[in-house]
């Protein structure tokens, strides 16, 4: 059999964009430290939900235009993205104790960083064949869960904590400035083959066949629980006195980075089904721990079973909708919408739940959303299995081939 093709490290402009994609995740990491902030100025988690909503509802105001854009209009996109985070972090700095001017202000941020997201993860996508995407996804994964988890989390907890929430939103607007005449000047990669975008008519009936539907649920109850951790962490640190986030989230990155350098090819060779089920049951029980964890060792303890159940999850599922659902832009801009979906549920609804029970409560309901999800993920096994001949057969020698 022949041998798949290689990645494209030697490309300059692919290691180019690849590279500064990190960008965009460190600046969003003042998003992190918002909850914690309101905890600490005495907020209730009903308002922490409400103005994290306002993140969730800024990426959703985004999402129309951004499958076209990313298809249509890349650099344009890019730039723009980058130019909106810009805005939202320099206003979350002037209104740092205002819940509105906050809550306005993360709404840009969440607005361009959506737009980001979605153009880079689909030119990562376009710029290697079909039987390439499990492990160029899981090594994107890892590379932005090193920008955000360890370099954006280390950064704006250090800015916080010498200088302030407001200076941290500042410095972190400068950043995404320098983002915006980045991605002004730089090339894109040129994609391997050309996928003329469906129309949008074609793009909704193949995406609303049966398993693509049950597994878009699949992915907003993961989804869910992704963003309970992710939005509620800093304040459930706060409450308990628990200190630092930043061990965490190095735990997580350790595991997620090693994981996927062994593992990042073994994704179709393990089974993408079985992969997902297997991650949903690990974060059932990292829900568990985090509505039961009181110390810091517990903390770091959980990081490692996230990054574990994070670790092929999400390359296995976004592999699996790039192979079943034609249009990458679209399909990118879809499943952000959905992960919106599960950001105003967790976000409303789980700190709705935090404000009548408390986070113990809200961590068990995530822990009920992940258990669901492995439930629904069990008839789709064979379906999720690639399309494209000879996945994961082990017929490259050296899969980690430059």
């Not at 922490?48 to 999402?63: H, K, N, Y």
């Not at 996804?137 to 360890?150: D, G, I, Q, T």
């Not at 379906?383 to 494209?388: A, G, R, V």
Request: charged share 10%; net charge positive; aromatic share 8%.
């Amino acid at each position: 059999m022949a041998r798949t093709s290689a990645l494209p490290w030697r490309d300059p402009r692919f290691v180019g964009f690849f590279a500064a994609a990190a960008l965009g995740p460190v600046a969003s990491m003042a998003l992190r430290f918002v909850p914690g902030h309101l905890e600490a100025a005495g907020h209730s988690p009903a308002t922490i939900g409400e103005v994290m909503a306002a993140s969730t509802l800024g990426g959703v105001l985004a999402l129309p235009l951004a499958g076209w854009l990313a298809q249509h209009r890349l650099r344009g996109m890019l730039v723009g993205g980058a130019l909106v985070q810009a805005v939202g972090l320099a206003c979350a700095g002037l209104a740092a104790d205002s819940v509105a001017g906050l809550a306005a202000s993360v709404a840009l941020m969440s607005l361009g960083t959506a737009h980001l997201d979605v153009g880079v993860v689909a030119t990562v996508v376009a710029s290697v064949q079909a039987e390439r995407r499990p492990q160029v996804l899981a090594y994107y994964f890892a590379f932005v869960s090193l920008a955000r988890n360890v370099i954006g989390s280390a950064l704006a907890e250090g800015l916080l904590g010498r200088w302030g929430f407001s200076t941290m939103c500042l410095a972190l607007a400068g950043l995404a400035a320098l983002h915006v005449l980045l991605r002004a000047i730089a090339a894109t990669p040129v994609p391997v083959s050309e996928e003329p975008a469906p129309p949008y008519r074609e793009f909704l009936r193949d995406f609303a066949r049966p398993p693509v539907l049950a597994l878009v649920l699949v992915f907003t109850l993961l989804s869910i629980h992704f963003v309970a951790q992710e939005s509620f962490i800093t304040a459930l640190a706060t409450h308990r006195a628990l200190g630092s986030v930043t061990p965490l989230f190095t735990a997580y990155f350790a595991v997620i980075a090693l994981g996927r350098a062994a593992a990042g090819h073994l994704v179709d060779r393990l089974g993408r089904g079985p992969v997902v089920v297997a991650s949903a049951l690990v974060l059932v029980g990292v829900g568990a721990g985090l509505a039961e964890v009181r110390t810091q060792l517990g903390m770091i303890a959980l990081g490692i079973a996230t990054g574990l159940g994070h670790l092929l999850l999400w390359p296995a599922l976004y592999s699996t909708f790039y192979d079943r659902v034609r249009g990458r832009g679209m399909v990118s801009a879809a499943l952000s919408a959905a992960l919106a979906a599960a950001g105003f549920a967790a976000e409303l609804g789980l700190g709705a739940v935090a404000a009548r029970a408390g986070y113990a409560a809200l961590y068990w309901t995530a822990a009920g959303c992940a258990a669901l999800a492995a439930v629904l993920a069990l008839p789709l096994w064979r379906w999720m299995s690639p399309k494209h001949e000879g996945a994961g057969d082990g017929s490259d020698p050296d899969p980690h081939a430059a």
